[in-house]
């Protein structure tokens, strides 16, 4: 199967590229066929037609030569019958006369003078009757005397005609053309008849030019049709099948003719002052032959092209094949091996491209988790969960985050509960905080739904005397952003600077701890922890600042952080030079501080606790009875964050169940009726349900489509489109891919 897909892509890919070689070559090959074969036959017709028409011009121009020699002749006083037979004396006159004519006349081999009536001719070789003219001198073989004689009484008009002769000693036949003027000119009544005898070689030699190196047939005939000269080179048509040819009366110009089972190429020009016809006759199938040379060593070099073409074209699809295949089988291995035939769609493209795009959906995936991950960091961070400066540190250089020196405090914003702050302003005031440049320093926000606080890790590296008027600075920034977006001022808790992030959840419990000073007396502004942690009882007294961090340590459910305040208050207490009975009033203070923090928290004291708290008689018997206290109170605060965000959970979930089919639920919707930032709801809903939010939505939505498949007849389109889908070809890929079979046929499977 794999081999055969492989096949079809590797013979598309094949195909397209003899494609692109092929269609150029071929309208390569016409042209030069086109120019070789056909443009060549043209062009050999027109200069053989040129040729003709140059040699009818030519036997005009000889024809009219001899016809004003008959004129000359017929008004030549010596050549009058009366005084040719006047004596012998003029007789000899007129041959010498008629030499004088014959002399002018190169073409006319013989120049004769015959008087009607008479038995005997004059010509230049002197005065010879017509027998022995006929029988001797030029030995007639196609007419005796009397023929002869009869075709010169005769003559009115000018008369062409070819005779055969045989040559003397000699068994060798030859045609002479018998060119007849009767004298005198234009008469009706004449008395005799000039004769130029001409060698029909002499006509065919100003012929023969025509043909050139081509084989063929040049025919010259008299306005009857009769056959005057002709001349041919290897050509099976002969004067009779040429006579019959000619017969059809073309007309001028080129023709292509057949006769019997031949073609030939006819160039015909008539003369319109003989009325004789020129023709030209070649054997069509010659000018391929002529060009065979040609052809062959265009057909090499086309054959080699077209070789040389195929191993390209072969080449290059395998060059683009190979790493095409490469990747296919990449993808195969990474997603187990190659599926079963029934499963295969499509060649190793489609397998890559919806690979590709099922990639680049877990990249948008990851893109959209990148956030979340970066605020799990933060919110793990500002609780004390991260404590190896190792594990902070590599996470900070693979998200790229760094911070300036080593110093680092928390400013936590809180919004009054009368406030309200839109998904989109809270969504810009995040994203400007994610990483926000302060003086000499840089923030990170973070959502914090449970505290109703935006809280904002800033790291400085200002030196320890400066710290403070940095605080201040970034503080006010931060404050103006939170007003620019949201249009209200809130309120701003600020902690102490911590050493490092290690001891970053310490400034974020003291910057609640500011915050919630200021509920218990004026709202707004910014707090600093220092400053609500200097209302001291006298150095006496234990450090309220430590129980401040204790008490809100407690609240946030850190057991860490709180033990840690209540030993630091312990010791401070050891340290103490004071009375028995002040030492006790620190102890009742203290244990005042848990009953007042159990008071907020609505949690009672276990039996055990209060024996603890009213019976100890050391320091180590009140550490141990409160920190089962810290205990008691951190797991009632965490199992009532668990609550509460189940309690959220499930609201999500119910209205997501009730609003999941319309088209426009979307994220900052859900997020803005629930009063969260969008990127804090994705990591609530993840964290609540182990699935994104478009991975439960679409979830519903499938399985909605699932149950309409199976208990409704609505068609398809309508099914994915009343479920919240408008892209429904997506839809459609998407429940393939994740059930492996389509709509159509999960209905038909589950029909049944």
């Given at each position: 199967?794999?081999?055969?897909?492989?096949?079809?892509?590797?013979?598309?890919?094949?195909?397209?590229h003899?494609?692109?070689?092929?269609?150029?070559?071929?309208?390569?090959?016409?042209?030069?066929?086109?120019?070789?074969?056909?443009?060549?036959?043209?062009?050999?017709?027109?200069?053989?037609?040129?040729?003709?028409?140059?040699?009818?011009?030519?036997?005009?121009?000889?024809?009219?030569?001899?016809?004003?020699?008959?004129?000359r002749i017929?008004?030549?006083?010596k050549?009058?019958?009366?005084?040719?037979?006047?004596?012998?004396?003029?007789?000899?006159?007129?041959?010498e006369?008629?030499?004088?004519?014959?002399?002018?006349?190169?073409?006319?081999e013989?120049?004769?003078?015959?008087y009607?009536?008479?038995?005997q001719?004059?010509?230049?070789?002197?005065?010879?009757?017509?027998?022995t003219?006929?029988?001797?001198?030029?030995?007639?073989?196609?007419m005796?005397?009397?023929?002869?004689?009869?075709?010169?009484?005769?003559?009115?008009?000018?008369?062409?005609?070819?005779?055969e002769?045989?040559?003397?000693?000699s068994?060798?036949k030859?045609?002479?053309?018998?060119?007849?003027?009767?004298?005198?000119?234009?008469?009706?009544?004449?008395?005799?008849?000039?004769?130029?005898?001409?060698?029909?070689?002499?006509?065919?030699?100003?012929?023969?030019?025509i043909?050139g190196?081509?084989?063929?047939?040049?025919?010259?005939?008299?306005?009857?049709?009769r056959?005057i000269?002709?001349?041919?080179?290897?050509?099976?048509?002969?004067?009779?099948?040429?006579?019959?040819?000619?017969?059809?009366?073309y007309?001028?110009?080129?023709?292509?003719?057949?006769?019997?089972?031949?073609?030939?190429?006819?160039?015909?020009?008539?003369?319109g002052?003989?009325?004789?016809?020129?023709?030209a006759?070649?054997?069509?199938?010659?000018?391929l032959?002529?060009?065979?040379?040609?052809?062959?060593?265009?057909?090499?070099v086309?054959?080699?092209v077209?070789?040389?073409?195929?191993a390209?074209?072969?080449?290059?699809?395998?060059?683009?094949?190979?790493?095409?295949?490469?990747?296919?089988?990449?993808?195969?291995?990474?997603?187990?091996?190659?599926?079963?035939?029934?499963e295969?769609?499509?060649?190793?493209?489609?397998l890559?491209?919806?690979?590709?795009?099922?990639?680049?959906?877990?990249?948008?995936?990851?893109?959209h988790?990148?956030?979340?991950?970066?605020?799990?960091?933060?919110?793990?961070?500002?609780?004390?969960?991260?404590?190896?400066?190792?594990?902070?540190g590599?996470f900070?250089?693979?998200?790229?985050?760094?911070?300036?020196?080593?110093?680092?405090?928390?400013a936590?914003?809180?919004?009054?509960?009368?406030?309200?702050v839109?998904?989109?302003?809270?969504?810009?005031?995040?994203?400007l905080?994610?990483?926000v440049?302060?003086?000499?320093s840089?923030?990170?926000?973070?959502?914090l739904?449970?505290?109703?606080?935006?809280?904002?890790?800033?790291?400085t590296?200002?030196?320890?005397?400066?710290?403070?008027?940095?605080?201040?600075?970034?503080?006010?920034?931060?404050?103006?952003?939170?007003e620019?977006?949201?249009?209200?001022?809130p309120?701003?808790?600020?902690?102490?600077?911590?050493?490092?992030?290690?001891h970053?959840?310490?400034?974020?419990?003291?910057?609640?701890?500011?915050?919630?000073?200021?509920?218990?007396?004026?709202?707004?502004?910014?707090?600093?922890?220092d400053?609500?942690?200097q209302?001291?009882?006298?150095?006496?007294w234990y450090?309220i600042?430590?129980?401040?961090?204790l008490?809100q340590?407690?609240?946030?459910?850190?057991?860490?952080?709180?033990?840690?305040?209540?030993?630091?208050?312990?010791?401070?207490?050891?340290?103490?030079?004071?009375?028995?009975?002040y030492?006790k009033?620190?102890?009742?203070?203290?244990?005042?501080?848990?009953?007042?923090?159990?008071?907020?928290?609505?949690?009672?004291?276990?039996?055990?606790?209060r024996?603890?708290?009213?019976?100890?008689?050391?320091?180590?018997?009140?550490?141990?009875?409160?920190?089962?206290?810290?205990?008691?109170?951190c797991d009632?605060?965490?199992?009532?964050?668990e609550?509460?965000?189940s309690?959220?959970?499930?609201?999500?979930?119910?209205y997501?169940?009730?609003h999941?089919?319309?088209?426009?639920l979307?994220?900052?919707?859900?997020?803005?009726?629930?009063?969260?930032?969008?990127?804090?709801?994705?990591?609530f809903?993840?964290?609540?349900?182990?699935?994104?939010?478009?991975?439960?939505v679409?979830?519903?939505?499938?399985e909605e489509v699932k149950?309409?498949?199976?208990?409704?007849?609505?068609?398809?389109?309508?099914?994915?489109?009343s479920?919240?889908?408008?892209?429904?070809?997506?839809?459609?890929?998407?429940?393939k891919n994740?059930?492996?079979?389509?709509?159509?046929?999960?209905?038909?499977l589950?029909?049944?």
């Amino acid at each position: 199967m794999r081999n055969r897909k492989r096949s079809r892509l590797y013979n598309q890919i094949l195909l397209s590229h003899v494609l692109i070689f092929a269609i150029p070559f071929i309208v390569l090959s016409a042209v030069v066929y086109y120019n070789a074969v056909v443009r060549f036959k043209s062009e050999i017709e027109s200069s053989n037609l040129y040729k003709l028409n140059q040699v009818k011009n030519t036997f005009d121009l000889l024809a009219r030569g001899l016809d004003n020699t008959a004129s000359r002749i017929s008004i030549d006083t010596k050549l009058t019958p009366f005084m040719v037979k006047s004596g012998i004396y003029k007789e000899i006159e007129a041959i010498e006369e008629l030499g004088k004519y014959k002399a002018n006349n190169a073409i006319v081999e013989e120049l004769a003078l015959y008087y009607h009536g008479d038995g005997q001719l004059y010509s230049s070789a002197g005065m010879i009757s017509l027998d022995t003219f006929t029988s001797r001198m030029y030995r007639f073989t196609d007419m005796d005397a009397a023929s002869w004689s009869k075709q010169l009484n005769e003559v009115t008009m000018p008369t062409i005609r070819r005779a055969e002769t045989q040559v003397t000693g000699s068994d060798r036949k030859q045609n002479v053309l018998t060119y007849m003027f009767p004298i005198p000119r234009n008469s009706q009544s004449p008395y005799a008849t000039v004769v130029f005898l001409i060698n029909e070689s002499t006509m065919t030699d100003l012929v023969g030019p025509i043909l050139g190196d081509f084989n063929g047939s040049v025919y010259v005939t008299d306005e009857n049709g009769r056959m005057i000269a002709s001349r041919s080179r290897e050509n099976k048509l002969t004067e009779s099948d040429a006579v019959a040819l000619l017969s059809r009366d073309y007309g001028e110009g080129i023709h292509g003719v057949s006769y019997g089972s031949d073609n030939y190429s006819l160039m015909a020009a008539k003369s319109g002052m003989t009325g004789w016809s020129y023709a030209a006759v070649m054997p069509t199938s010659q000018f391929l032959g002529r060009v065979l040379e040609m052809r062959t060593f265009i057909l090499i070099v086309c054959s080699s092209v077209v070789a040389f073409g195929i191993a390209t074209a072969i080449l290059l699809s395998t060059r683009q094949y190979r790493p095409i295949r490469r990747i296919a089988d990449h993808v195969r291995l990474m997603q187990g091996g190659l599926p079963a035939d029934g499963e295969r769609r499509g060649d190793e493209l489609d397998l890559i491209r919806d690979t590709v795009h099922a990639t680049r959906e877990l990249m948008e995936q990851l893109d959209h988790q990148r956030p979340i991950v970066r605020e799990q960091f933060f919110v793990k961070l500002l609780m004390g969960a991260l404590k190896d400066p190792e594990e902070i540190g590599s996470f900070m250089a693979k998200e790229n985050l760094s911070f300036p020196g080593e110093a680092c405090f928390v400013a936590a914003l809180a919004i009054d509960g009368s406030d309200y702050v839109s998904t989109q302003n809270r969504e810009e005031l995040l994203r400007l905080l994610s990483a926000v440049s302060l003086p000499e320093s840089i923030g990170y926000g973070v959502e914090l739904i449970p505290n109703s606080a935006i809280v904002v890790l800033v790291g400085t590296s200002a030196a320890p005397d400066r710290i403070r008027d940095v605080q201040e600075q970034s503080v006010r920034e931060i404050v103006q952003l939170f007003e620019r977006c949201c249009g209200i001022s809130p309120t701003v808790g600020v902690g102490n600077p911590s050493p490092d992030l290690v001891h970053a959840s310490r400034s974020y419990i003291e910057a609640s701890a500011a915050i919630e000073h200021s509920y218990r007396g004026r709202k707004g502004g910014i707090i600093f922890f220092d400053e609500i942690s200097q209302q001291t009882e006298g150095d006496e007294w234990y450090s309220i600042e430590e129980q401040i961090r204790l008490v809100q340590s407690m609240k946030q459910g850190n057991k860490e952080a709180a033990e840690a305040a209540l030993s630091a208050l312990l010791n401070d207490m050891r340290g103490k030079e004071v009375s028995l009975f002040y030492l006790k009033c620190m102890c009742f203070d203290l244990i005042n501080t848990f009953l007042r923090t159990m008071n907020e928290l609505q949690l009672n004291v276990q039996p055990e606790h209060r024996r603890s708290l009213t019976e100890f008689t050391t320091p180590e018997q009140l550490a141990a009875a409160m920190r089962g206290l810290i205990d008691d109170i951190c797991d009632h605060v965490n199992a009532h964050k668990e609550s509460r965000n189940s309690a959220l959970g499930r609201d999500i979930l119910h209205y997501v169940g009730e609003h999941f089919r319309q088209y426009d639920l979307n994220l900052e919707k859900i997020a803005d009726h629930f009063q969260m930032s969008i990127s804090y709801f994705s990591r609530f809903m993840k964290d609540q349900t182990g699935y994104t939010f478009t991975e439960y939505v679409t979830w519903l939505r499938m399985e909605e489509v699932k149950r309409q498949l199976t208990q409704t007849d609505l068609p398809i389109k309508d099914i994915v489109a009343s479920v919240g889908y408008a892209d429904v070809p997506n839809f459609m890929r998407k429940f393939k891919n994740s059930e492996g079979i389509t709509l159509g046929q999960y209905r038909k499977l589950h029909s049944q």
